[in-house]
């Protein structure tokens, strides 16, 4: 990811951008909205290290680990309604829900 981040950080793009406080019901949703703007603001599917990335956000294991629940709640906000932010807050908070799911499966 940090090749990535590298990449694309001076990169002007605004991206849909979950804010770090979601509840635990809305996480796949957010998983699902940074995914989606990974894969269609940098077209993730033309470099390899950004598809193993993309395949990873939407792993079993990782939606598993970040996500009490299994399916979206109708109260969940829609990936269109979040916040735009830089490429640099976007990582950020990418990160962070990343970190997020890697310490809930080492507590499992």
Avoid: W
Wanted: charged fraction near 20%; charge should be positive.
């Amino acid at each position: 990811m940090e090749a990535l981040r590298g990449n694309m950080q001076n990169n002007d793009q605004m991206l849909n951008t979950p804010t770090v406080d979601i509840e635990d019901v809305c996480c796949l949703s957010a998983l699902q909205c940074l995914s989606a703007s990974l894969n269609v603001q940098y077209n993730v599917t033309e470099n390899k290290p950004k598809t193993k990335l993309l395949k990873s956000l939407r792993s079993h294991i990782t939606v598993r680990g970040l996500c009490n629940a299994g399916s979206v709640q109708s109260t969940c906000q829609d990936c269109t309604s979040h916040p735009k932010e830089n490429a640099t807050t976007f990582f950020n908070r990418l990160e962070s829900f990343i970190q997020k799911a890697i310490t809930r499966l080492y507590t499992i």
